[in-house]
């Protein structure tokens, strides 16, 4: 890997549709960082979902909006055509509400098999996100995204669990080795994206506002997006974003073309 100059991106994700998107939205707006709204079709706590014009003003304000299934149930635990109607049925629901394309997916409780990726694929989303977390490296299977840090005070247990099953071995021996000596979610995500500045690489926080919101996390992440934005050498991406960069060779690095080649890391 001989760049002649290193390529750092920073993209932060957020799942669910809640109505904390937009305090989240304008905590973000504020710091200079992009961001990927993950909708479900049918509410994922009623009530307190995103209304189409709430949706439609995140979107003027810069954000992407990505599919997150209809029913926001596991899909792996469906049958081939339950999956792909509930990954066709949203976007198609969402780009008649937007009136534009829906680029990215994401997997609801992160759960994905080679059919749910293929469904994905032949929906007509150009990349989907997992919950992989621990990762910085810009090269990714496209219908694998991987994460950096979950917005969560995660425990260490669920690090070594996400990376075993994530066969992120790597992940693995640095966590147990290093990152664990972090004291909070927030010096994980400080230390790693201090290491993605020096090396280069992808810096990619993803969360869920009404998790924000339910633990009181707000000014935790605030100042962990300070930490972050407004530097110079980061580009700060949508998750279409940052695929689109990748495939058109604004960033150095190889996007995986299709399923076929889940495993690489
Ligand atoms: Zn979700």
Redesign the pocket.
Same mark, same amino acid.
């Given at each position: 890997m001989a760049h002649s100059h290193k390529t750092i991106v920073v993209s932060t994700s957020w %799942? %669910?549709g809640d109505r904390s998107d937009l305090r989240l939205a304008e905590m973000l707006s504020a710091n200079g960082v992009a961001g990927t709204f993950y909708i479900p079709i049918e509410p994922f706590r009623a009530g307190r979902e995103l209304s189409a014009q709430q949706i439609t003003d995140l979107v003027s304000g810069g954000f992407e909006i990505g599919g $997150?299934t209809v029913s $926001?149930r596991s899909l792996t635990a469906l049958p081939p055509e339950v999956q792909a109607r509930e990954v066709t049925d949203c976007k198609r629901i969402l780009e008649d509400r937007l009136g534009s394309e829906v680029q990215s997916f994401c997997y609801?409780n992160g759960r994905l098999n080679q059919t749910t990726v293929r469904c994905v694929a032949q929906a007509g989303y150009q990349n989907a996100r997992s919950t992989r977390l621990l990762r910085t490296s810009l090269q990714f299977p496209r219908f694998e995204m991987p994460t950096t840090l979950q917005a969560y005070p995660h425990r260490g247990s669920a690090y070594l669990r996400n990376t075993v099953k994530g066969k992120n071995l790597a992940g693995l021996a640095d966590y147990a080795l290093r990152l664990r000596h972090a004291r909070s979610w927030v010096e994980l995500g400080k230390t790693l994206f201090d290491r993605v500045l020096q090396d280069g690489g992808f810096w990619h926080l993803y969360g869920h506002s009404w998790e924000l919101q339910d633990l009181d996390l707000w000014s935790q992440l605030e100042d962990l997006l300070a930490y972050v934005a407004r530097r110079p050498e980061v580009l700060y991406l949508t998750n279409a974003g940052v695929y689109r960069a990748l495939s058109l060779g604004t960033a150095p690095g190889a996007v995986g073309v299709g399923y076929e080649n889940p495993a690489r890391s």
């Open positions: %799942d %669910d $997150h $926001h609801p």
